[in-house]
């Protein structure tokens, strides 16, 4: 398929899990890709193998979401290279437990400024292009249940994913006159290198009684009942990217087996 034709999509943090197979989901649409990440190695890798299976093309770039140069030249190299910006996934994002009355401010802003800050700039710069470029696009961020309910071991987490719900809401209202859409969808529990080593982390830190532990602790509250793979996660993503979702923004669709009801 013609990638200029279909034009451009770029995934922050997609060098691996949900990123990565986000991003598996829109080459196999058709659609170029930038790896956005700040792991070169394991990005340049990802991109390689995604355009061997076919459907469209991944390319890497080195992207460190709190830098707004660094975010800019990706929007630029998507443009370049694939004609246009079309979808924009705000995913990357990471996360350190920390016992609720022991939180550290190097946490607090190291997290915030990922999970928020990053989202926000995403936002703004996808926009701007798509805008000038008068393209109707489509803004997908990853929030997480985490932005619904609070967790006492990662409130500074969670707090960040309610930020991009906010983000979500109102990003979508600015950007509803020029018809760019922006929603976000929320994992629960998935089978990544995030949470993996957040389980290893909570042992750690005494918050569980053996490793792998606190997954199954979360996961005995999904209804569904496992965790999730990062795959259960690409067809919600894809129906945002879609023209299915067209009227549909300022939304929040949780994917987590039924783990949080609302």
Not at 26 to 34: K, M, P, Q, R, T
Not at 136 to 165: C, P, Q
Request: proline residues 3%.
């Amino acid at each position: 398929m013609n990638t200029q034709a279909r034009g451009g999509a770029i995934v922050t943090g997609a060098a691996r899990g949900i990123g990565r197979e986000i991003a598996a989901g829109l080459v196999a649409d058709g659609f170029g890709v930038i790896i956005a990440d700040v792991d070169q190695t394991a990005g340049e890798a990802t991109a390689a193998a995604l355009t061997a299976e076919g459907g469209g093309e991944a390319v890497f770039v080195r992207v460190d979401v709190t830098d707004r140069a660094s975010v800019k030249a990706a929007v630029e190299a998507c443009r370049a290279r694939f004609g246009s910006l079309r979808v924009m996934i705000n995913n990357a994002g990471f996360n350190k437990p920390e016992p609720f009355l022991e939180i550290t401010e190097k946490t607090w802003h190291g997290i915030l400024e990922v999970n928020a800050l990053g989202v926000l700039i995403g936002i703004q710069e996808a926009g701007k292009a798509m805008i000038a470029d008068g393209i109707k696009g489509k803004i997908i961020n990853t929030a997480s249940i985490a932005g619904r309910t609070g967790f006492a071991d990662f409130a500074a987490y969670s707090v960040s994913k309610a930020a991009v719900i906010s983000l979500t809401q109102a990003g979508a209202r600015a950007l509803a006159p020029k018809g760019i859409t922006v929603n976000a969808f929320a994992p629960g529990v998935v089978a990544t290198p995030l949470w993996e080593q957040l389980d290893k982390d909570l042992y750690a830190m005494g918050a569980s009684a053996a490793p792998g532990e606190a997954m199954n602790s979360l996961a005995s509250q999904i209804l569904l009942g496992r965790v999730a793979d990062p795959k259960d996660v690409v067809g919600t993503v894809k129906f945002l990217w879609s023209e299915q979702s067209d009227y549909m923004t300022g939304q929040v669709l949780l994917i987590d087996g039924g783990m949080v009801l609302q």
